[in-house]
């Protein structure tokens, strides 16, 4: 075979293979299936939800100030002299009742000072009745000279006998006087109370007016709270909001001794300054014997208080992040319809947000946060709704 045949045949082949290929080509492609493009779903946004319940809600307030005593006073003497007794109680912390006898200063002067005005007081009543009887004699002998016609004031003695009154007057003043300087020689409890600051002993003279010491009473004490002006709208303050009868009542705790314990109180009144700076109100509240309780509500403790303000019939309560923009919700409609709808926002706290008015028993409100949301959006709800209940209470 030459080689020109040998070529030819060659030529021959490639082509014939070239041919059953493309022919195999044409046939598989004209078999295989036509592939169709779907586009991908996009996942719905995952949100947890709360169902929410309606109640009746009673709002607290809450605050802190120092216990004050309700009155407080400084023990100083109206009479001058030495001491020359003095009371166990009046000690530093001491205790004592209304009346209890303080403090004695010497009485001998003023003792004396009574006796002598008695004998004033004797003296000017003999000079009275004897100035008396000689007006009367004076009045008897005018009548037998000239019958019913009346005296005149000289002959009648009447300048001697008033002069007599007066100095009998004078002297009786001055009795009543030396008694009663004689009284504050004893110095007794205004009330029942307690001894915070001692300045005088025994043996020592004191002035009048000199500070002896200083008491306090136990009857009832006093806490100042400070209050942001809109938070009265919560509760009564006698004289302040509108409203009569008694303050809000309350709840006093302070730690003493290492154990927590409560007191009750109540609102007795405001301040009645605003603080232009923090716009503030104090509040003055009063617990009643304070000092019944062992260990006690001692003057000078920290105080929580806890005020019981207003009921909201129908409130709900949420959580905080729940609230979007100061006013709005996300409230589920349907099965996965994300509306946005404002609300009435009553209060807002670390407890929670307290929805007045726009949410309905049943409704499910979005916890989640979202990036993108918008009103209307299709979500889809994480697992069971959980469903809240509102407390009995919302405190600060």
């Known amino acids: 075979m030459t080689i020109k045949k040998q070529r030819l045949i060659q030529a021959l082949l490639t082509f014939f293979i070239l041919a059953a290929g493309i022919a195999i080509f044409s046939i598989l492609k004209k078999s295989r299936p036509n592939i169709e493009f779907e586009k991908p779903e996009i996942p719905l946004p995952i949100v947890h939800t709360i169902e929410v319940d309606t109640l009746s809600q009673e709002i607290s307030l809450s605050g802190y100030g120092t216990v004050n005593p309700i009155h407080e006073i400084s023990l100083a003497p109206q009479v001058g002299g030495k001491i020359i007794e003095i009371s166990h109680s009046l000690v530093n912390g001491g205790a004592f009742k209304k009346d209890h ?121 006093e806490i100042v709270v400070p209050m942001a002006f809109e938070d009265l709208a919560w509760f009564h303050v006698p004289g302040f909001t509108n409203g009569n009868g008694p303050g809000a009542t309350a709840d006093v705790q302070a730690q003493v001794a290492g154990q927590v314990k409560k007191w009750r109180g109540r609102v007795v009144r405001a301040q009645g300054v605003l603080d232009e700076q923090t716009r503030m109100v104090n509040i003055v509240l009063r617990v009643d014997e304070p000092y019944v309780t062992r260990p006690p509500l001692a003057v000078g403790l920290f105080a929580e208080v806890t005020i019981k303000g207003n009921t909201l019939p129908e409130a709900v309560l949420i959580p905080r992040p729940a609230v979007r923009d100061g006013n709005r919700v996300w409230v589920i409609e349907g099965e996965d319809r994300l509306i946005f709808r404002n609300v009435e926002v009553a209060r807002m706290n670390t407890g929670g947000a307290l929805i007045g008015n726009g949410l309905s028993k049943g409704e499910h409100v979005v916890t989640s946060s979202l990036k993108g949301v918008s009103d209307g959006m299709r979500v889809k709800i994480a697992g069971q709704q959980e469903k809240t209940i509102a407390k009995s209470t919302i405190k600060d």
């Open 101 to 221: 006898v303080l403090l004695q200063i010497d009485p001998q002067d003023y003792e004396i000072a009574v006796t002598l005005a008695e004998a004033n007081i004797k003296d000017a009543e003999n000079n009275f009745a004897l100035a008396k009887q000689e007006a009367e004699a004076a009045r008897d002998e005018w009548r037998q000279l000239h019958g019913k016609t009346p005296p005149p004031p000289l002959v009648a003695k009447q300048p001697q006998l008033a002069a007599a009154q007066s100095k009998l007057d004078a002297a009786e003043a001055e009795l009543r006087k030396a008694q009663l300087q004689l009284e504050r020689t004893t110095l007794k409890a205004p009330f029942d109370g307690r001894v915070s600051e001692k300045l005088a002993d025994l043996g020592q003279y004191v002035s009048v007016g000199q500070k002896l010491a200083t008491l306090f009473a136990t009857n009832a004490v």
